[in-house]
């Protein structure tokens, strides 16, 4: 797989961490355990497209959201976690 | 048909004409007691204890593909039951007993072999680690011997013991720890469960749940409706689309693991090692074959084949344990899709909607716990409580706070 970084261009996933399900950009408000829990450990886990973090460690460090095809590894869109985290708002 | 010596002596002198077909290829009957989903190992095996420990005959294992098709056949045949913290003890000491008496249990060979399975320390933190998880082993009532960088030289002399970044610092031995033939141990399970009237229905897969008023009625297959009064998913690797089906939603990711062999060569290796460095693993099988096995690729993946870092990654790691691994040609690669739960341990319960149940959430050690999964997982649905060596896996423990979290890693499935 080859991820392109919005700052460093194309590069080799090795430089990349992953971190999970871009849901973790959505942190629950407030103390309901109920959110929490949801987001803290429940995941769809789909087929097909899933959308997700990235850190590109061995880059410029930045967080990316990255949509990527989990039956066929292709990626589809990479953006800046935080462009779309300020988008949500 | 009982197999026995005699048996082997009468067909092999008759032209081996009197084997028979090891199970039946029924059609699906409108409703069952009991219908298990998946006729992999585990759900194989949990038809099997159904109906020989709690006489339940009325059963179906709906499979989508063919029987042991998916991860029971193809893990790397591991055995061992060296786990570090209270709910997977107890679990895998009963898998292992039951491994014990599988063969006689089954009247099927499984070719279980305990070889021994070693677990290698490179630095005092890790030997001392070694040391707690060897004693919990003991306590547990389990086999477990800490070993010095001596011991371990006397044991496999062929590891690369003065390596600059990673000399072995001692090791954790179980000597009932090993391997055992993957497909036999599904084979042997569907052909018990067979006997004892379980139709064992492949080429069905599951598309839908019917559910009324919170209680499950039956499954919509790709061969029409069948009726339930119990239904067991048992899908590792899908668990999360078959439960939502059910409008579910789980603590699972889904992963890829890949496994590789070499050329058959003559016997090197006769016991099961595990690099302390990099989750390395590796045996021998009985054609000669080295197999070994490493880390998850580390994303989500529903591609039953890895991507080439993990198998660079790997290979270094062979070459740094076992620098004489270099000579063997690698024959095939190939990658399983496992269910990654949030903590690394499974899941067997019930769920929220009444009559239906799961196991589930395996990550890479299912195939060891085949036996107690299935027998823990009949247990549990034949009698609606949890056996006393499973009472720990429960779906609600992320809610709870008693996650089971044997590597110490958090809610991170590809770090587990």
């Known amino acids: 797989m080859r991820i392109h970084c919005p700052h460093c261009g194309e590069r080799d996933h090795r430089e990349f961490e992953y971190l999970g399900s871009a849901k973790l950009l959505e942190r629950p408000e407030g103390g309901d355990a109920a959110a929490f829990h949801d987001y803290v450990f429940q995941r769809k886990n789909p087929t097909g497209e899933n959308a997700e973090l990235w850190q590109h460690v061995m880059g410029c460090s930045a967080w990316l959201h990255v949509v990527r095809n989990v039956t066929t590894h292709e990626i589809i869109a990479v953006k800046l976690a935080r462009d779309v985290k300020e988008a949500a708002r | 048909m009982h197999y026995s010596v005699l048996q082997i002596l009468k067909n092999g002198l008759t032209g081996n004409k009197g084997w028979k077909p090891v199970w039946r290829n029924p059609e699906p009957k409108k409703s069952y007691d009991i219908v298990i989903i998946g006729g992999g190992g585990h759900g194989l095996s949990t038809a099997y204890y159904l109906a020989k420990t709690y006489g339940i005959r009325n059963i179906a294992v709906l499979e989508k593909g063919y029987l042991g098709g998916g991860n029971v056949g193809r893990n790397t045949t591991i055995v061992r039951a060296n786990y570090l913290l209270d709910g997977n003890l107890e679990f895998y000491s009963h898998s292992l007993k039951l491994w014990e008496n599988l063969e006689q249990e089954l009247n099927y060979n499984v070719m279980l072999s305990q070889r021994g399975c070693l677990l290698l320390a490179h630095n005092d933190g890790q030997f001392d680690d070694l040391a707690w998880r060897g004693n919990a082993n003991l ?13 371990v030289r006397a044991y496999t002399p062929y590891l690369n013991f003065d390596d600059a970044r990673f000399p072995i610092r001692g090791g954790l031995l179980q000597r009932t720890g090993g391997t055992a033939r993957h497909d036999a141990v599904a084979w042997g399970y569907a052909r018990g469960a067979d006997m004892r009237g379980v139709d064992l229905i492949q080429n069905c897969e599951v598309t839908g749940f019917r559910i009324e008023g919170g209680k499950i009625k039956g499954v919509e297959t790709s061969r029409g409706y069948i009726g339930a009064g119990k239904v067991g998913m048992s899908v590792a690797g899908r668990t999360s689309q078959v439960a939502e089906m059910a409008g579910l939603r789980l603590p699972i990711e889904s992963h890829v693991l890949q496994a590789f062999v070499t050329e058959a060569v003559k016997p090197v290796i006769d016991t099961v090692i595990s690099f302390g460095m990099g989750h390395f693993y590796i045996s021998q ?9 490493g880390d998850i690729d580390g994303y989500n993946s529903y591609s039953q084949r890895g991507n080439l870092p993990m198998v660079e990654h790997v290979a270094e790691a ?5 620098p004489m691994i270099g000579k063997a040609r690698m024959l095939r690669s190939w990658g399983g899709i496992v269910d990654m739960s949030m903590d690394g341990s499974p899941i067997i319960d019930k769920t929220p909607i009444e009559g239906l149940f799961l196991n589930g959430g395996w990550c890479y050690g299912g195939f060891k716990a085949t036996p107690a999964a299935g027998a823990a997982f009949a247990h549990l649905m034949a009698t609606g409580e949890k ?4 009472t720990k896996f429960n779906l609600n423990r992320f809610e709870t706070g008693h996650v089971i979290d044997d590597e110490g890693t958090g809610a991170r499935p590809n770090l587990h």
């Open chain 2, 139 to 151: 306590a547990t009532g389990d086999d477990a011997v800490l070993m010095s960088a001596d011991d």
């Open chain 2, 387 to 390: 056996a006393a060596w499973a």
């Open chain 2, 285 to 293: 099988s009985d054609k000669g074959g080295l197999v070994f096995g």
């Open chain 2, 318 to 322: 062979a070459m740094a344990l076992m």
